[in-house]
């Protein structure tokens, strides 16, 4: 899929660095401060194919270093797969 | 609680499969985690998040979207949470794919002429910005029906809504209506019967108090027997839900 990048790039990334900062400084922050870093981060979000549409076919290892794709992670009535940021942090 | 109802779970991030593998060995997580590098599967999906600059540790992470598809690759449902630090709870999975609701989330008995419903939410609690779903059980008295949609204008369609500003999106879905002559109208109606169900899902607002709130919502439907058909009629009702207080992840150090 082509990508647009945004023009606000810069600006992003000041509200994420800035947000980084204080939640490693161990600051309070409030809901509504929160709601700038969420906001920047799902600006134009995408959720891919829909209802209906076959899913891309994928083959990657897993974390056991064992390539896996759809039909060796499936069970009998589907498979849920969720893709999130990182374990690493 | 997935494997239970046949659906296993796999997870893709950037990762490294050491990364993951050193994760997976910590957590004792028993589900493959799958290292998706360079995001090339991130991107095919089509949910890069393209908001983050390159020389940000996050560059490449996507958007955080679940998938449910079949054993042949077709998606079912998709799950997606706007605020990225709250995910779509199992007890939204199970309860869509599988009508079964956690034991105290909340519940509401509506009664109207011939007709009755339950409408039910996935959980008893949530994080604001979160989605959950409810589950609404309808049963008529035999030779009454309620209209489903597409319909003239003159008629109402059974539908539910919360006109609540808690909820900052929301679906609900019947099954398809069957037609039915109706002698007295001399039209071909689409219409429920008897017992039926439809499932709807909730987007919570972002930011929300910690506490209990009570969702605001309204059930309109139009009740006919063969021969005659009472007024439109909308029925309010309450359920509770509590909010989890807002929580920074902090990291490790």
Known sequence: MAYEIPDDLEEKAAIMREFGRMRAAGEPVSPELYAKPVNATNDRYTTGPGPGERIPHFALPDHKGVIRSLANLSGPKGLLLVFHRSADW | ?253
């Open chain 2, 1 to 253: 609680m997935l494997d239970q109802h046949g659906v296993r779970i796999a997870a893709v991030s950037y990762d490294s499969q050491e990364i993951l593998s050193g994760f997976a060995e910590k957590h004792r997580i028993q589900y493959p985690l799958l290292a998706d590098r360079d995001s090339a599967v991130i991107r095919s999906f089509g949910i890069l998040n393209i908001n983050i600059a390159p020389g940000l540790r996050a560059h490449g992470v996507p958007h955080p979207v679940d998938y449910l598809a079949a054993p042949d690759g077709i998606l079912i449902r998709k799950y997606f949470v706007a605020n990225y630090m709250h995910r779509v709870t199992a007890s939204t999975v199970v309860l869509r794919e599988f009508g079964v609701v956690s034991e105290n989330a909340a519940r509401v008995t509506l009664r109207s002429g011939a007709l009755s419903a339950e409408i039910g939410l996935s959980t008893s609690k949530a994080f604001a910005g979160q989605h959950i779903s409810f589950i609404a059980k309808f049963k008529l008295d035999p030779g009454w029906h309620v209209y489903g949609a597409p319909l003239p204008e003159a008629y109402t369609a059974a539908s539910i809504t919360f006109d609540d500003p808690q909820i900052i999106g929301q679906s609900f879905e019947l099954p398809e209506a069957q037609p039915m002559k109706i002698a007295a109208l001399g039209e071909t109606l689409p219409v429920y019967g008897g017992s039926f169900e439809g499932q709807g899902s909730l987007l919570l607002k972002f930011p929300l108090d910690a506490g209990r709130i009570v969702l605001e919502g309204k059930f309109h439907f139009q009740q006919c027997s063969d021969s005659v058909c009472e007024a439109p009629e909308t029925v309010l009702f309450e359920l509770p839900l509590n909010i989890e207080p807002f929580l920074v992840a902090t990291p490790k150090k």
